[in-house]
């Protein structure tokens, strides 16, 4: 299993970045994949879950409302677009594969982080 997150990178406030999850080793129909965060000085959290199956998305408190998880299953990547990003949002982003199919799963492999810079 392995995870290449990729399309972090310096923006100002108010604009966009769309992250992209490479998955390899596995089947996205068949394990949730998530967004984490981590910003200096703090806890890792939690930003947005798709699970395998349905489909089936939740978002955490950071990013309702302004992020949108997808995944291209052919392309077996999943993607979190930003929009309206806030100086907040600075930190290291993670994509995971979880454990089964749910997101209540649980985390298991972790790819190697994208750094996400928002300029005020």
């Known amino acids: 299993v392995q995870l290449q997150a990729s399309g972090g990178g310096l923006v100002q406030s108010g604009g966009s970045l769309r992250l992209s999850c490479a998955a390899s080793g596995f089947h996205l129909d068949d394990f949730a994949v998530a967004w984490f965060r981590q910003a200096p000085g703090r806890e890792r959290e939690a930003v947005s879950c798709?699970?395998?199956?349905?489909?089936?998305?939740q978002y955490g408190a950071p990013a309702k409302g302004r992020f949108t998880i997808s995944r291209d299953n052919a392309k077996t990547t999943v993607y979190l677009q930003m929009n309206n990003l806030e100086a907040e949002d600075t930190a290291i982003y993670y994509c995971a594969r979880f454990y089964a199919f749910s997101c209540s799963s649980g985390p298991q492999y972790w790819g190697q982080g994208t750094l996400v810079t928002v300029s005020s």
């Open positions: 798709i699970s395998g199956r349905d489909g089936r998305i």
